[in-house]
């Protein structure tokens, strides 16, 4: 929705901390919390694109005050994200997000962020999403260059682990939750297989490191986009659970008491167990611990699925194989994409140095030409 209601004249959406309104955040809270209303509120920090990590959006933190009557239990402190100006490729993720976090996230019984509102805007293509200040929870945001114990790592894939088996081959599908996007289907599909391959081919041709990489690996950024195509063909005749999509370490955070959660859900959708399990794994984990433990987090994740209830989980060997395939995926899409800006040099060179090891180490080429058509 553009507008607060009938009659009344468009909100004014933004991409800028500093240009958030009264109007703008009480029709954000209102889409969770109709009686609640915002007084006041404080701008605490801001964040743009290409500073901190902020990668897809912008970041806003506000202390609001509540008016007289707000649930006691809503958070005062809020992250906001916001659009990072006018990328309107970027508005399928948005309105994706936007849409998970108000007719998916409330029902999960995962750790993920509170949602306290979201209002996508088609018009402008901009969005405002409201969210509990996981720092006053006392969170950790783990990245590549820090050491992550394997405790933590295991923590996530059993939060996987419940966020898949909730959704497993679920009849909702058809149902309430038929709008769920695909890796084939939809907004977002059609942004990562056709606007985003000509994007990557300009980071693979204009970036040294990722050039060398891909012919180190003895392939193309089109050899690639092929395989990532028929490898999506194929997972999307396995069985479809419901994917966060994008579970690269920087995409998770982690609780003092040993709990982990999922940041991030701009590409989330229906498909297969192993595209979230894979990314994460293989991104979470320095080379040589990944090499020594993922058999064994392979063998957790799926033990986890059959005790919440999953009858029909993949066996061991068609787990790992198709762990294996995954992995081009995550080379392609979810870092050559990625520019240097979004996350800085060492975190997305240490990201492509992990996952071009793992799919030369699992031969990922050769299982992706077994399902190639």
């Excluded at 809270?29 to 959006?57: K, N, W």
């Excluded at 996230?105 to 995962?110: A, G, H, V, Y």
């Excluded at 793992?358 to 030409?369: F, G, N, P, Q, S």
């Amino acid at each position: 929705m553009s507008a607060v209601g009938a009659g009344l004249p468009p909100l004014k959406f933004t991409s800028r901390a500093d240009e958030l309104t009264l109007e703008l955040l009480n029709a954000v809270i209102h889409t969770r919390h109709p009686a609640v209303s915002i007084e006041g509120f404080d701008l605490l920090e801001s964040r743009q694109y290409g500073e901190q990590m902020v990668s897809t959006s912008g970041r806003a933190i506000l202390k609001l005050h509540y008016a007289a009557g707000a649930p006691k239990d809503l958070p005062e402190r809020v992250v906001c994200k916001l659009a990072i100006g006018a990328q309107s490729v970027m508005a399928a993720f948005y309105e994706n997000e936007v849409q998970i976090y108000a007719r998916v996230r409330p029902d999960l019984l995962i750790e993920a962020p509170r949602s306290v509102g979201a209002l996508y805007d088609p018009e402008s293509a901009q969005f405002v999403l409201m969210l509990e200040d996981l720092s006053q929870r006392g969170a950790r945001f783990p990245n590549v260059t820090q050491e992550v114990a394997l405790s933590s790592v295991e923590a996530l894939v059993d939060t996987l682990a419940a966020l898949h088996a909730g959704h497993w081959q679920s009849a909702r599908f058809a149902g309430d939750l038929s709008w769920l996007q695909s890796h084939l289907h939809g907004r977002v599909a059609h942004v990562m297989n056709e606007l985003a391959p000509p994007l990557i081919q300009h980071e693979i041709d204009s970036q040294a490191f990722k050039r060398e990489m891909v012919q180190r690996l003895r392939t193309t950024g089109p050899e690639l986009l092929a395989g990532v195509k028929c490898l999506q063909q194929h997972q999307s005749r396995l069985p479809q659970t419901l994917l966060h999509g994008d579970t690269h370490l920087g995409n998770t955070y982690l609780l003092p008491q040993g709990s982990a959660g999922l940041l991030d859900w701009q590409l989330s959708v229906r498909g297969y167990c192993m595209h979230d399990v894979s990314y994460l794994v293989v991104t979470s984990l320095p080379i040589a611990l990944r090499r020594a433990h993922e058999r064994d987090l392979l063998n957790r994740y799926r033990e986890r699925l059959m005790s919440l209830g999953v009858k029909n989980a993949p066996d061991a060997e068609q787990m790992w194989n198709e762990y294996r395939r995954a992995v081009v995926w995550g080379v392609y899409v979810g870092w050559l994409t990625t520019p240097v800006v979004n996350y800085g040099w060492e975190i997305n060179v240490v990201n492509h140095l992990r996952l071009t090891s793992a799919y030369e180490d699992l031969d990922t080429a050769k299982l992706v030409k077994e399902v190639m058509t």
